[in-house]
């Protein structure tokens, strides 16, 4: 009936295809429950002609052990399907997630920065939480009492054809007011999760920012804004509750004139001797039994058509393009690495221009340029964290594009400016370098980083648990960390974006000694704000608003380049400051 329901039924029916064993059982359970519920509709005419207006009472001995046994039968068939079928879907919806995740791993950069983190987060988590009742509850749902409904309306049918029909009458009424107010439910539903999902950003976003709410004393606007929020939450919610209950009253309305119906058409025929009270009875029994099952089918189509929207949410995650590998292995340079004609944007305005550059192999190739300049996003195109918008970028000849990716991220050591240390022990963080890297190793990295000596200080050690609900480190702390794991990877192509930048002077001084050891023979690309790496390296490379504007030493660009001299100015002063 609406469209957007199909899919979700349909895929939810191929990701099902692992557990169809599980299913079928609990189809096969659902069916007993169903046909034991009609019984007890059908059971109301042989009680009533031959045991009480025959006066057959022998029967009524065992009558209560049959009354016994379908509710028991029927109770313990209800409960095994309900337990398989949730097994079910709570396996299929863990897979579903592993899958999503797995999938968000292989995104480009580009597409995972163009979303907001939250929102991909909410579609690993809430979203397919949203699909789960699908199958653990509301296939059931609709399964079990779809049949019960089918039984009742033939075991109606069956006792008496045209009383059965009369009563029917009413559904159409039913199905159509069910589904406008249904609509309107739904509709009201969408803009309290809307409103919810803002009340949980802001609610994030204080705490985030609760150094800047505290200081500039923004408690209070943001008490506003929240209860703001709330109150419309609460409308949206109100809303959806009237249009449910008014469905809910509309059924009771008509299951009443339905029920009437009978009674004025089955009683008139009883009396006239053309049906037997327990024929009339039976019919009653059904009619009036249909409509606690069909009211709960609706509200089960509401929930598939809630999970449907959640469902496109994931799927729109699955069709995103993933990171594009090539097939060639990936082998530390020979000749070096080399940027031709490459320009690239992030959204609008390029970012670089039309860059040109030899890094050749084994040699230092120090970046400089003011703040936006575009180094770090120079950097980022090596690891193809991002694709040249036009322009290539070649490994001894060949196109980055053309490499295996995990190969040829396999040659680079990355210590970016904005560290990222994992919610695990110092000693995991460090061994992220090299998996499977033993605790000697581990030891040694952190030495020739000089981190050692702060890490026996911590608490416990290399098995202090960092980040989340961990141990902070300082900004210089976390750069010698990082510089650790990239020694302990010991990559041919080094890339080091600000890697001193948050060490003061003189453990700057000894991490530059440890760099430079770990550049040697070493293909490394430096950006760096303080002089000593500059004037060392084998070539400076002076950007500027996404273009190389002067390359060479650094004797000859102090002569040639006036940018540089600025810069080298900023420099000198740094150096005699610090
Ligand atoms: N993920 C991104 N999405 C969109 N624009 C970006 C992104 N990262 C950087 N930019 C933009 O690209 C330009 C170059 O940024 P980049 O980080 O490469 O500069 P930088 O030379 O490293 O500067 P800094 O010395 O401050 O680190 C800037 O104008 C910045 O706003
Ligand atoms: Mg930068």
Same mark, same amino acid.
């Given at each position: ?129 949203a699909?789960?009742p699908v199958?653990?509850d509301m296939f059931?749902t609709l ?35 069910? /589904? ?6 739904r ?79 089955? #009683?008139?025929?009883?009396? /006239? ?23 709960r089918?609706s509200r089960a189509y509401t929930g598939i058509y809630d999970a449907s ?17 090539? =097939? ?12 031709? #004609? ?73 210590? =970016? ?114 002089? =000593? ?46």
């Amino acid at each position: 009936m609406i469209p957007l329901q199909k899919p979700v039924f349909r895929k939810m029916l191929t990701l099902a295809k692992p557990y169809w064993g599980l299913l079928l059982i609990a189809i096969l359970l659902s069916f007993i429950a169903s046909v034991l519920s009609g019984s007890i509709a059908w059971l109301v005419k042989p009680v009533l002609d031959h045991i009480f207006l025959a006066k057959n009472y022998q029967y009524l001995n065992f009558l209560p052990l049959i009354v016994v046994a379908i509710f028991c039968f029927r109770g313990l068939s209800a409960f095994f399907q309900a337990y398989l079928m949730r097994l079910a879907a709570l396996r299929l919806v863990n897979d579903l997630r592993f899958k999503l995740y797995a999938k968000i791993l292989k995104l480009p950069l580009k597409e995972i920065s163009s979303e907001s983190t939250g929102r991909l987060v909410s579609r690993v988590i809430n979203d397919t939480t949203a699909l789960e009742p699908v199958l653990g509850d509301m296939f059931r749902t609709l399964m079990i009492e779809g049949l019960t409904v089918i039984t009742l309306v033939a075991i109606a049918l069956y006792r008496r054809f045209d009383l059965a029909l009369l009563a029917l009458t009413v559904f159409p009424a039913v199905a159509i007011g069910a /589904r406008k107010l249904g609509g309107k439910a739904r509709g009201a539903r969408s803009l309290a999760q809307k409103e919810m999902a803002n009340v949980t950003h802001q609610v994030t976003e204080s705490l985030q920012g609760l150094k800047e709410v505290k200081v500039y004393l923004q408690q209070d606007y943001f008490l506003r804004r929240f209860r703001e929020k709330l109150i419309l939450y609460l409308r949206h919610l109100l809303r959806v509750t009237k249009y449910r209950e008014g469905s809910r009253l509309l059924v009771d309305l008509m299951t009443g004139l339905g029920g009437a119906l009978v009674f004025t058409y089955g #009683g008139y025929l009883v009396i /006239r001797g053309l049906m037997t009270p327990g024929d009339f009875f039976s019919v009653l029994t059904a009619i009036l039994m249909i409509f606690s099952p069909l009211r709960r089918i609706s509200r089960a189509y509401t929930g598939i058509y809630d999970a449907s929207a959640a469902l496109e949410r994931v799927e729109e995650v699955f069709s995103l393009p993933e990171e594009k590998s090539g =097939s060639y292995q990936a082998h530390p340079p020979q000749k070096g690495i080399t940027f031709k #004609g490459v320009s690239f944007r992030y959204n609008e305005d390029l970012v670089l221009k039309e860059i040109d550059l030899e890094i050749p192999a084994g040699k230092v190739v120090a970046l400089v340029g003011p703040s936006g300049a575009g180094k770090t996003t120079l950097v980022s195109l090596i690891p193809r964290f991002y694709d040249p918008t036009s322009g290539k970028i070649l490994l001894d000849g060949k196109d980055l594009r053309e490499f295996d990716l995990f190969s040829l991220r396999a040659l680079i050591g990355l210590v =970016s400016q904005d560290i990222f240390l994992f919610n695990a022990t110092v000693y995991e963080n460090i061994a992220f370098g090299k998996p499977g890297a033993s605790r000697e190793e581990v030891i040694a990295a952190a030495k020739m980083a000089y981190a050692h000596e702060f890490i026996v200080k911590l608490p416990q050690g290399y098995d202090t648990v960092l980040g989340h609900k961990g141990f902070n480190l300082s900004g210089g702390q976390k750069q010698r960390l990082a510089i650790a794991r990239a020694i302990l990877k010991n990559p041919p192509i080094l890339i080091l974006d600000e890697a001193t930048s948050h060490l003061d002077a003189v453990s700057e001084q000894k991490v530059q000694q440890a760099l430079e050891k770990l550049m040697q023979a070493r293909t490394t690309i430096v950006i760096a704000h303080r002089l =000593s790496t500059v004037t060392k390296a084998d070539l400076l490379v002076v950007m500027d608003r996404g273009r190389i504007v002067a390359q060479g030493k650094h004797q000859e660009l102090l002569k040639t380049s006036p940018l540089y001299q600025e810069l080298y100015r900023t420099f000198t002063l740094a150096a005699a400051n610090s």
